[in-house]
């Protein structure tokens, strides 16, 4: 199926999304039975295990909400997050990092990992990159459910070029003194081997290419 280029194209991070809600409501019925024991305690028939039960009590709750605030606030940020493939560009924007963006007239192809990768890594790295001259940007495809991924990736290839590599790692890079200079990835085409880099917050670094004998 074609999809219309002129329409922009919205997928939310529903993967994650589900994962947060379910960590939510399960610190919020443990909140709730924190509070039963609250009210329990205050029973004359169990007056003597009155301290323990309020000891107990406000344990559970603290830990019931150190949990569930910060998942609040993470599921706030999933609201406003996802990934746009418009017309003229594509823009990510995921909890906790800067918007990414790339115009297609920038762009020239995208990269996807794939499934299998996907899977090793039990959806915790990322998944779906955009790379221009000197720079890339991380889509974050591991949030979408494979359906989703799937048609997200044919409206990236009605812009621009999907890649799959014959075979990529992670790497770490030093400088002679031993410090971090930078992470990324070194992937493997038929004839080109490609160097991302990622040297801040921003998820903008370097690439370059060259072709292989």
């Given at each position: 199926m074609k999809l219309n280029i002129d329409t922009t194209m919205q997928y939310r991070f529903a993967i994650h999304t589900r994962r947060l809600t379910i960590i939510a409501i399960v610190s919020a019925?443990?909140?709730?039975?924190a509070g039963s024991l609250v009210l329990l305690s205050t029973f004359p028939a169990l007056s003597g295990a009155h301290d323990l039960?309020?000891?107990a009590a406000?344990?559970?709750g603290f830990l019931a909400l150190a949990f569930l605030l910060p998942m609040l606030i993470l599921l706030y940020s999933y609201r406003r997050s996802g990934v746009w493939i418009e017309p003229g560009r594509v823009h990510v924007q995921f909890p906790g990092e800067n918007q990414q963006e790339m115009a297609w007239s920038e762009a020239r192809f995208a990269v996807n990992e794939g499934e299998e990768y996907l899977r090793a890594s039990k959806g915790k790295e990322g998944l779906?990159?955009?790379f221009g001259e000197t720079r890339y940007i991380r889509l974050h495809l591991e949030g979408l459910?494979?359906?989703q991924r799937a048609q997200a990736e044919q409206a990236l290839a009605e812009h621009i070029q999907v890649r799959r590599p014959r075979a990529f790692t992670l790497m770490t890079l030093f400088n002679s003194r031993g410090e971090l200079v930078a992470r990324g990835r070194l992937y493997l085409f038929d004839n080109e081997l490609l160097c991302a880099e990622n040297r801040g917050e921003k998820r903008v670094g370097d690439w370059?290419?060259?072709h292989l004998p």
């Open positions: 019925l443990v909140l709730v039975v039960l309020l000891l406000y344990l559970i779906g990159h955009v459910p494979p359906e370059s290419a060259r």
